[in-house]
């Protein structure tokens, strides 16, 4: 068995991140490749209640070390229970948010050592890493206004946020895409959904056999 294919999606708060993943897992799922679709925090039952706690704008109390060593926990659940069975069955795995969002919202944003958070990084994955991470960019205030709109029970701890911190996380996705230009695409976040949709198939085409190429629909 062939080892699966690991594709990440990142991005500032309503960047379109979630709905780029959900829309390569139906192109993939046309084609007829297993795939996993999950995301972080909260890839597992364990992680969603983590999830909670790191979501809910309540906990006002959490420190940014504590929130670290909660994403880092999250991610050793998911590596191991998720992502891992998965690639070693050959199955894709799709993922809404991985180990670069830690390095970029709690480190480049929170201020949280760097050296820490790659330690974590390297001992919660096993050195598992994406083959290939989109990331979705678009100006802050655009993607908090896309956030703020599609929200029915109101803002997350981390939407509500000041303005300097998310153009913080902004920042430190772009400085970390140019140092990893081998893995990461770069993708212009206000093209219309099937622009980005049409970008993120050309990419993912190497990854496939001649006869399963996706074209720019999404379909065989």
Same mark, same amino acid.
């Given at each position: 068995?062939?080892?699966?294919?690991?594709?990440?999606?990142?991005?500032?708060?309503?960047?379109?991140?979630?709905?780029?993943?959900?829309?390569?897992?139906?192109?993939?799922?046309?084609?007829?490749?297993?795939?996993?679709?999950?995301?972080?925090?909260?890839?597992?039952?364990?992680?969603?209640?983590?999830?909670?706690?790191?979501?809910?704008?309540?906990?006002?109390?959490?420190?940014?070390?504590?929130e670290?060593?909660?994403?880092?926990?999250?991610?050793?659940?998911?590596?191991?229970?998720?992502?891992?069975?998965?690639?070693?069955?050959?199955?894709?795995?799709?993922?809404?948010?991985? $180990? +670069? %969002? #830690?390095?970029?919202?709690?480190?480049?944003?929170?201020?949280?050592?760097?050296? !820490?958070? /790659?330690? =974590?990084?390297?001992?919660?994955?096993?050195?598992?890493?994406?083959?290939?991470?989109?990331?979705?960019?678009?100006?802050?205030?655009?993607?908090?206004?896309?956030?703020?709109g599609r929200?029915?029970?109101?803002?997350?701890?981390?939407?509500?946020?000041?303005?300097?911190?998310?153009?913080?996380?902004?920042?430190?996705?772009?400085?970390?895409?140019?140092?990893?230009?081998?893995?990461?695409?770069? $993708? +212009? %976040? #206000?093209?219309?959904?099937?622009?980005?949709?049409?970008?993120?198939?050309?990419? !993912?085409? /190497?990854? =496939?056999?001649?006869?399963?190429?996706?074209?720019?629909?999404?379909?065989?």
């Amino acid at each position: 068995m062939n080892q699966g294919i690991f594709i990440t999606f990142e991005g500032i708060e309503g960047c379109g991140k979630s709905t780029q993943a959900k829309r390569l897992g139906k192109s993939l799922g046309r084609m007829g490749i297993p795939r996993v679709m999950t995301l972080e925090p909260g890839g597992t039952a364990i992680g969603r209640k983590m999830r909670q706690v790191l979501l809910d704008s309540r906990n006002k109390a959490l420190t940014p070390l504590a929130e670290l060593m909660l994403y880092a926990a999250d991610r050793a659940q998911h590596v191991e229970e998720i992502i891992k069975p998965a690639l070693r069955s050959g199955k894709w795995v799709v993922c809404d948010r991985f $180990l +670069d %969002a #830690t390095v970029v919202y709690q480190g480049a944003a929170r201020g949280q050592d760097g050296k !820490l958070i /790659r330690l =974590l990084n390297d001992v919660v994955t096993g050195g598992i890493r994406p083959h290939l991470t989109f990331l979705l960019d678009c100006p802050v205030e655009v993607g908090l206004r896309r956030a703020l709109g599609r929200n029915m029970k109101g803002q997350d701890r981390f939407e509500k946020e000041a303005l300097s911190f998310h153009h913080k996380v902004r920042k430190g996705y772009l400085d970390l895409a140019r140092k990893n230009q081998k893995r990461f695409v770069i $993708l +212009d %976040a #206000t093209a219309s959904r099937k622009e980005i949709e049409a970008e993120i198939i050309r990419h !993912l085409n /190497r990854f =496939l056999r001649p006869k399963t190429c996706l074209n720019k629909q999404g379909m065989q």
